[in-house]
């Protein structure tokens, strides 16, 4: 019996499935790394995409990966079409840029390269190869752990020793995120999109409970991170959710029973200490894109489309480096603390 043929590790057997390519060295794998290869497509609003973008920083990838960044707006009709779009040229919204490959000016197009019969959404990031002229991966969680390790071949050693997944924390990342990607990653865009006050009423202290654990979390293990001394991915993706929390989630998502600058001062530190301290976090916020997103493209929401000027300023200086300075906040909301009992570290 002949054995069977070997799929690429990009295949996707539906055309409403996503891409899951990893980039690696592996002799049998078509997405090798090489510098200028690839190209990603991100919004600077996005938060999943945004995970991407900073490993991609904290990498040193941006030489190896160039990026194309579409308008934080308009988004498209209730069904989401015709989708995310690039500026006519790079002058017309700062921060975004024109499709750098193709000239599209649809992010929807590039997914109908790659699959004139695809049937999904057509979200950010997107990581393309262009010797294959196809879609790598579009799952940002996928790519927040596979470009960790992509490009070691090809870098210098301080940075292909960067990890954000060590060994011997894997097991309690693993658990945190479980609980962090559910209940506050998109625990808050259940509370945004609600569409009845119970369902509204059911998702809000759910997130609060997430906070809350957290702020236990960051203060029993003293900073800089998440865990301590190590920055793993649960930075990563407790950043792209809290830099938005006060900005966006608080007043355009209802998200109101707190909010990080004044309920969670350990957080809030932590936050200032990823904003300022390390420019893979900072550098890669555009408070402008991510504030006009969330505002200007939630007409159900948001019908006349004003965004809020405040808070002001979007996230504040002095960082407190002795920990043992702060005191932990919460939300003692009775349903909310019954919520966080579930949670575990």
Aim: one cysteine or more.
């Amino acid at each position: 019996m002949s054995a069977e043929p070997k799929v690429p590790l990009f295949y996707r057997s539906k055309p409403e499935d996503s891409w899951h390519g990893v980039i690696s060295d592996s002799p049998d794998n078509p997405l090798q790394p090489e510098k200028g290869r690839y190209h990603m497509y991100i919004g600077l609003f996005c938060p999943f995409a945004h995970r991407a973008n900073i490993v991609r920083h904290l990498k040193g990838l941006q030489e190896y990966i160039d990026i194309s960044v579409v308008k934080p707006y308009p988004k498209g009709d209730e069904n989401g079409w015709p989708g995310w779009c690039f500026p006519k040229d790079d002058d017309e919204y700062a921060g975004a840029t024109v499709d750098k490959l193709f000239g599209s000016d649809y992010l929807h197009k590039v997914y109908f390269k790659a699959d004139k019969d695809y049937k999904g959404r057509y979200t950010v990031p997107v990581l393309w190869d262009k010797k294959l002229n196809t879609i790598v991966n579009n799952e940002s969680a996928e790519l927040l752990r596979s470009l960790q390790t992509s490009f070691n071949s090809l870098l210098p050693s301080e940075l292909a020793e960067i990890t954000l997944y060590p060994e011997h924390l894997r097991e309690q990342i693993d658990r945190i995120s479980e609980w962090m990607q559910r209940d506050l990653n998109t625990g808050v865009y259940k509370a945004g999109f609600a569409s009845s006050q119970e369902a509204y009423d059911k998702a809000v202290p759910i997130v609060f409970a997430a906070l809350n654990k957290l702020e236990k979390i960051l203060y029993e293990n003293k900073g800089p991170c998440v865990l301590g001394k190590h920055m793993t991915e649960l930075d990563v993706r407790l950043y792209a959710t809290l830099i938005r929390f006060d900005p966006v989630y608080v007043q355009h998502f209802k998200c109101n029973l707190g909010n990080i600058r004044y309920t969670y001062p350990v957080l809030h530190n932590w936050l200032k200490g990823m904003y300022w301290n390390h420019p893979a976090f900072g550098g890669t916020t555009d408070f402008k894109h991510i504030k006009e997103n969330y505002t200007k493209s939630h007409q159900d929401i948001n019908p006349k489309a004003i965004t809020p000027m405040g808070p002001y300023p979007d996230i504040e200086k002095g960082y407190e480096e002795d920990w043992s300075k702060l005191s932990p906040g919460s939300i003692d909301l009775p349903i909310v603390t019954e919520h966080e009992k579930q949670l575990e570290a």
